[in-house]
């Protein structure tokens, strides 16, 4: 039963990525002329990478968490975020296309590409290409080349391939039990630690008492529903007060 229901969270999951590659389809396969600019400094974090090593999710999303806000352009905390890593050519070098997605939305919140230990960004509303420093974005002044695969997903150490629908299930719970596992659930009745459930996210949308348009999940107790459901909005967090039928923000 926990399989089936990790089978059909991730193909929710995996919906919504699809939509977001054909959302953010121009990046591929195109020529796109940027402005020239001075040059700055590199983008070299502390971590350092190489074209021989292949760097797993949670690798991407501290070399990111590095960068200021400003300078990545990401509105949500990297690490409650779900990437989609793809085998690229940047200027004719190996590269690797990372997609950012906020758990509840369909459409990348960052696109970005990793040529060695340099990171650059795709900004789709300026179709612009940008060098990631400590400092600021630098926009690229030469031509830009962008190959990406299409047909197959970047190895992640070893001989992992990509990742499964029950991997992407697997994470996406991990996500939201690392976000409500920071409130006391006893409040809203709820017996036992967050840990010890699973959740079930779901395309249903409501609105909460606060107007915020949230996305509806399920709470699983060894593969069976349990009487308590949750909501994930833009910033905040939410619970199903079943007395009133309200989703009500946890603090």
Request: a negative charge.
């Amino acid at each position: 039963m926990k399989r089936i229901l990790l089978v059909a969270l991730a193909m929710v999951l995996i919906v919504s990525l699809a939509a977001c590659k054909d959302n953010s389809s121009d990046v591929d396969n195109t020529t796109t002329q940027a402005p020239t600019s001075d040059v700055g400094e590199t983008g070299s974090s502390e971590v350092s990478t190489t074209a021989e090593k292949v760097l797993d999710n949670e690798e991407i999303k501290n070399l990111l968490a590095s960068y200021p806000a400003e300078v990545t352009g990401l509105t949500s905390n990297i690490f409650d975020c779900l990437l989609k890593t793809t085998p690229a050519e940047f200027n004719g070098k190996s590269a690797v296309k990372v997609e950012v997605f906020a758990i509840n939305e369909k459409e990348a919140q960052g696109v970005f590409f990793i040529v060695g230990d340099v990171f650059y960004k795709y900004d789709k509303a300026q179709n612009k290409y940008f060098k990631l420093t400590q400092k600021k974005a630098e926009e690229i002044k030469e031509d830009v080349k962008i190959s990406v695969e299409t047909t197959a997903a970047v190895t992640i150490k070893k001989d992992e391939n990509v990742k499964t629908e029950e991997d992407i299930a697997d994470e996406n719970n991990n996500v939201l039990i690392s976000r409500y596992k920071n409130y006391d659930l006893s409040k809203i009745g709820l017996p036992k630690p967050i840990t010890e459930y699973e959740f079930q996210v779901t395309g249903k949308r409501a609105v909460a008492t606060d107007g915020e348009t949230v996305f509806i999940v399920y709470l699983l107790e060894n593969g069976q529903y349990t009487t308590f459901t949750f909501a994930v909005g833009a910033e905040k967090d939410y619970y199903l007060d079943n007395s009133t039928g309200e989703y009500k923000p946890l603090s």
